[in-house]
């Protein structure tokens, strides 16, 4: 879900002690998971991996993923997410099979034997620091205004100070960013709490992810966001997207980054973050 991780940066900043339910890293939320993916990068805990000879001896590569965590992964209903549909993939490019172990909490994800996780941010300083490999960026994301599609007051960066209350999630660096510019910042939780704000107009807009927006709108037609590339200079604030490899041999980060590149070249990548209402963008 780094070498940081995260429905975005913002959060994966969030420390334990500022985190709440972090402090003990016990059941997380699906945005949290994500949180604890990049404390898994970050800190170098010890989930184990096996070199391309034996994943193919055993038949699979191990993805993993939080089971209630849409548009990213879910273990039950029609869909299951882009993560677990990317993970797919990559296994068919490689010549194995494709399995996922769910993991809502620290404890599951120090024992569950994943092979990788996906999402990860390319971050070179936190990769240093952990021992897992990255593959090559397959896609970009970042932070940008979520406002209601008939907003017509904001237009750039400037607009928020006199735009009334903006969303975010507590102890981001979109937060601290829109603090330092003195603007009217209301926090919640959830991305989608958040977005329904906007909707309901509680709130002038957003900080969230093009993700989080895009995956509303497939199922808020009638009330969509639309988001606004206000932070696109803030280089905190946006980050490419990579496989995170756990402990790999050269030969299995070879593969993944091989079956990579060949979605990529097919549009393959792009066509499964489009599924679920996210446009994926090129790497930065």
Request: proline share 6%; glycine share 8%.
């Amino acid at each position: 879900m780094p070498a940081k991780a995260g429905i975005h940066r913002d959060a994966a900043r969030w420390t334990p002690a500022s985190a709440g339910v972090e402090k003990t890293l016990g059941a997380l939320a699906p945005w949290r998971f994500i949180i604890f993916v990049f404390l898994l990068l970050h800190f170098a805990l010890p989930i184990s991996a096996r070199p391309l000879e034996q994943v193919k001896e055993s038949g699979a590569i191990v993805l993993c993923a939080h089971p209630n965590a849409l548009p990213f992964s879910a273990k039950d209903g029609a869909r299951h997410g882009f993560q677990l549909e990317l993970g797919a993939a990559i296994a068919h490019g490689m010549g194995v099979g494709f399995e996922t172990h769910w993991t809502v909490s620290a404890h599951d994800l120090n024992r569950a034997d994943c092979d990788f996780v996906l999402d990860a941010i390319a971050d070179p300083e936190a990769q240093n620091e952990s021992r897992l490999t990255l593959s090559k960026p397959y896609g970009a994301s970042g932070v940008a205004l979520a406002v209601r599609d008939d907003n017509r007051s904001i237009h750039a960066f400037v607009d928020l100070a006199a735009a009334g209350k903006i969303g975010i999630l507590p102890g981001s660096m979109a937060a601290m960013y829109l603090g330092q510019h003195g603007v009217h910042t209301s926090p919640a939780g959830f991305e989608s709490d958040l977005l329904d704000e906007v909707a309901s107009g509680e709130l002038a807009g957003a900080a969230v992810t093009p993700t989080a927006i895009g995956f509303y709108n497939t199922g808020h037609a009638a009330h969509p966001m639309k988001a606004l590339a206000l932070f696109a200079q803030v280089d905190d604030l946006n980050w490419n997207l990579a496989a995170g490899i756990a402990k790999p041999d050269a030969a299995l980060a070879t593969a993944i980054d091989a079956a990579l590149d060949k979605l990529n070249a097919e549009g393959r990548i792009k066509a499964i973050y489009a599924t679920y209402g996210v446009t994926l963008s090129p790497p930065r």
